[in-house]
């Protein structure tokens, strides 16, 4: 069967040989068992063979139409094969999977060589009426490829990681990507040329283009890059009613935009197979800055104003009080974020400033480019601090930030082993809503852990800023109530929700909505959200396509 070391191992982010010991970083474990009381005994998750997994519901019939379209050895039946395609990354999912209890199972697992064998294997689902899951890296975490079968009696999981061929066009500054394609092989083959595509999200080594595409998402350096449906030009997408081939053309003013109606699809119009995307340059200089400012309130002050006066950082990295202070208090440990900085100076800072320590927010900032534009943007982000008389801190925070940025999922693997909830969830806002909005979530998710009678902690920082507005980033984390983990989890998720919608949010500015952020009647009304069901219907009458995700 095909190999799949390229998406994460099973119950886990990534791959186990690179994940973080609490054992190893004495400072965080006392910060953890600060905030949430001693914590348990590592437990491992059930291994992938021992998980239980229903029979496959395919007949002999239907098994031989996927064998003969797309060959023997690409269709995958194994338990194995199956399960590891049946879950994303979210806490949810990790829950299950660590448990081995599996609600969804796909039916099997097919790899199409390319746009033709996707088609042909999608015809054959038709056919056979056979749900539709498309697969890239299995990073989700809104549940965005859990195999539901809907109103369909089974479930086919596409892997797409062999569609990933990267060409670039030179001239016109763009790149035709496949939809496997994963972020190391894009940017490897785009640096080889000079380029970068700029899109580097926190699950980059193990998501891929499609995924990107299909979930509307962002990158860390957004700011200057733009998010992907400012990156995406061109989108090809085989539908159960044949193939759509948006226009590859820099610009377009015939009709609503129908790029744009794929871009965020989420697999429910069909399986993205490649898109052509504006790359640019490798940057001739990059540079990191970091302040600390007095208080919240100042530091999104500080960011809007850049912002605003055409400043544009890739990295904008603002902190709140609370995740400051595990920064801080983490920090004792090697490659830290704030290794350089030291407490002492910290502390001597603080008191010459008359700074709140309880109150100080750390802001990374990261610029990059020709030489004399980064010069020139962190001179006037330098003047921008000296007016919210922030203290700057060199660039070594952000270089710090920059080492370890890949490597913060993997904690929650071991913090989750021994009986911590942790997890994240992201909203924006307008520059005017910003810092009330912040209250309410925060307020909110408080107030669920304090219900739920655990103790907890809850952070946030903004990690993607725009002239109009920012988005907002939480973790949250609480010791487990055993036998209740999903209850408990899934009542701070509805109080956060709730506080979003009240207060003029966003369900989602990255992560997707999968099946977690459903009903979508919450954000867009009732008019809209049946909109976008006639054009499911017109693509997938059959409602063949990731069943209960998205609409």
């Given at each position: 069967?095909?190999?799949?070391?390229?998406?994460?191992?099973?119950?886990?982010?990534?791959?186990?040989?690179?994940?973080?010991?609490?054992?190893?970083?004495?400072?965080?474990?006392?910060?953890?068992?600060?905030?949430?009381?001693?914590?348990?005994?590592?437990?491992?998750?059930?291994?992938?063979?021992?998980?239980?997994?229903?029979?496959?519901?395919?007949?002999?019939?239907?098994?031989?139409?996927?064998?003969?379209?797309?060959?023997?050895?690409?269709?995958?039946?194994?338990?194995?094969?199956?399960?590891?395609?049946?879950?994303?990354?979210?806490?949810?999912?990790?829950?299950?999977?660590?448990?081995?209890?599996?609600?969804?199972?796909?039916?099997?697992?097919?790899?199409?060589?390319?746009?033709?064998?996707?088609?042909?294997?999608?015809?054959?689902?038709?056919?056979?009426?056979?749900?539709?899951?498309?697969?890239?890296?299995?990073?989700?975490?809104?549940?965005?490829?859990?195999?539901?079968?809907?109103?369909?009696?089974?479930?086919?999981?596409?892997?797409?990681?062999?569609?990933?061929?990267?060409?670039?066009?030179?001239?016109?500054?763009?790149?035709?990507?496949?939809?496997?394609?994963?972020?190391?092989?894009?940017?490897?083959?785009?640096?080889?040329?000079?380029?970068?595509?700029?899109?580097?999200?926190?699950?980059?080594?193990?998501?891929?283009?499609?995924?990107?595409?299909?979930?509307?998402?962002?990158?860390?350096?957004s700011t200057a890059y733009g998010k992907i449906e400012d990156i995406v030009e061109s989108v090809r997408i085989a539908t159960p009613r044949g193939l759509i081939a948006t226009r590859r053309v820099p610009a377009t003013a015939t009709g609503p935009s129908v790029l744009q109606q794929i871009v965020g699809s989420e697999g429910t119009l069909g399986v993205i197979t490649s898109g052509s995307a504006r790359v640019r340059s490798?940057?001739?200089?990059?540079?990191?800055?970091?302040?600390?400012?007095?208080?919240?309130?100042?530091?999104?002050?500080?960011?809007?104003?850049?912002?605003?006066?055409?400043?544009?950082?890739?990295?904008?990295?603002?902190?709140?009080?609370?995740?400051?202070?595990?920064?801080?208090?983490?920090?004792?440990?090697?490659?830290?974020?704030?290794?350089?900085?030291?407490?002492?100076?910290?502390?001597?800072?603080?008191?010459?400033?008359?700074?709140?320590?309880?109150?100080?927010?750390?802001?990374?900032?990261?610029?990059?480019?020709?030489?004399?534009?980064?010069?020139?943007?962190?001179?006037?982000?330098?003047?921008?601090?000296?007016?919210?008389?922030?203290?700057?801190?060199?660039?070594?925070?952000?270089?710090?930030?920059?080492?370890?940025?890949?490597?913060?999922?993997?904690?929650?693997?071991?913090?989750?082993?021994?009986?911590?909830?942790?997890?994240?969830?992201?909203?924006?806002?307008?520059?005017?809503?910003?810092?009330?909005?912040?209250?309410?979530?925060?307020?909110?998710?408080?107030?669920?852990?304090?219900?739920?009678?655990?103790?907890?902690?809850?952070?946030?920082?903004?990690?993607?800023?725009?002239?109009?507005?920012?988005?907002?980033?939480?973790?949250?984390?609480?010791?487990?109530?055993?036998?209740?983990?999903?209850?408990?989890?899934?009542?701070?998720?509805?109080?956060?929700?709730?506080?979003?919608?009240?207060?003029?949010?966003?369900?989602?500015?990255?992560?997707?909505?999968?099946?977690?952020?459903?009903?979508?009647?919450?954000?867009?009304?009732?008019?809209?959200?049946?909109?976008?069901?006639?054009?499911?219907?017109?693509?997938?009458?059959?409602?063949?396509?990731?069943?209960?995700?998205?609409?």
């Open positions: 069967m095909m190999r799949n070391d390229r998406i994460c191992e099973w119950a886990r982010w990534g791959r186990s040989q690179h994940a973080p010991r609490l054992a190893d970083r004495p400072s965080l474990l006392g910060y953890l068992t600060e905030q949430l009381g001693e914590l348990g005994a590592t437990t491992p998750p059930v291994p992938v063979q021992s998980v239980a997994v229903s029979p496959s519901r395919l007949t002999d019939a239907e098994r031989r139409a996927l064998i003969d379209v797309a060959g023997q050895d690409r269709v995958d039946c194994t338990d194995a094969g199956r399960a590891i395609h049946s879950v994303g990354k979210s806490y949810r999912d990790m829950l299950v999977a660590r448990g081995g209890r599996l609600a969804h199972v796909t039916d099997a697992v097919v790899y199409p060589r390319g746009e033709r064998d996707v088609a042909a294997i999608l015809a054959v689902a038709a056919e056979h009426d056979l749900a539709v899951v498309p697969f890239g890296g299995g990073t989700s975490v809104v549940g965005g490829v859990e195999p539901r079968a809907g109103q369909h009696h089974a479930v086919v999981t596409f892997d797409l990681k062999d569609l990933d061929d990267v060409r670039v066009d030179a001239t016109s500054q763009l790149a035709d990507i496949g939809a496997g394609a994963f972020g190391p092989e894009i940017e490897q083959a785009l640096s080889g040329q000079g380029y970068t595509l700029g899109h580097m999200p926190q699950s980059f080594e193990f998501s891929t283009f499609g995924g990107w595409v299909a979930t509307r998402g962002a990158g860390q350096q490798l940057p001739e200089r990059r540079r990191f800055g970091a302040w600390f400012l007095p208080d919240w309130s100042s530091a999104i002050g500080f960011a809007r104003d850049l912002l605003q006066t055409d400043v544009r950082p890739a990295v904008m990295r603002l902190s709140d009080p609370a995740e400051t202070r595990w920064l801080l208090k983490t920090g004792s440990e090697r490659r830290s974020v704030v290794e350089r900085i030291g407490r002492a100076y910290v502390r001597r800072v603080v008191r010459r400033r008359g700074f709140d320590p309880e109150q100080i927010c750390l802001c990374i900032l990261g610029f990059e480019g020709r030489a004399d534009l980064v010069r020139l943007a962190h001179r006037q982000a330098r003047h921008t601090a000296n007016r919210y008389r922030a203290v700057g801190l060199g660039a070594s925070p952000g270089r710090s930030w920059e080492r370890d940025r890949f490597t913060l999922p993997y904690l929650r693997d071991e913090l989750m082993s021994r009986c911590v909830m942790v997890d994240t969830l992201e909203t924006a806002a307008t520059w005017a809503n910003v810092e009330r909005l912040y209250a309410a979530v925060r307020e909110a998710i408080d107030a669920a852990i304090r219900t739920g009678g655990t103790r907890g902690a809850v952070m946030a920082h903004v990690s993607h800023v725009y002239p109009t507005g920012a988005s907002l980033y939480y973790t949250f984390l609480a010791r487990q109530q055993s036998g209740n983990e999903l209850p408990q989890w899934q009542a701070i998720k509805t109080a956060a929700t709730r506080a979003i919608l009240e207060h003029g949010g966003t369900l989602s500015h990255h992560h997707g909505v999968g099946y977690e952020h459903l009903p979508l009647e919450a954000e867009h009304g009732p008019l809209a959200t049946d909109a976008l069901r006639s054009l499911k219907a017109t693509l997938d009458p059959a409602a063949l396509m990731n069943p209960e995700k998205l609409l």
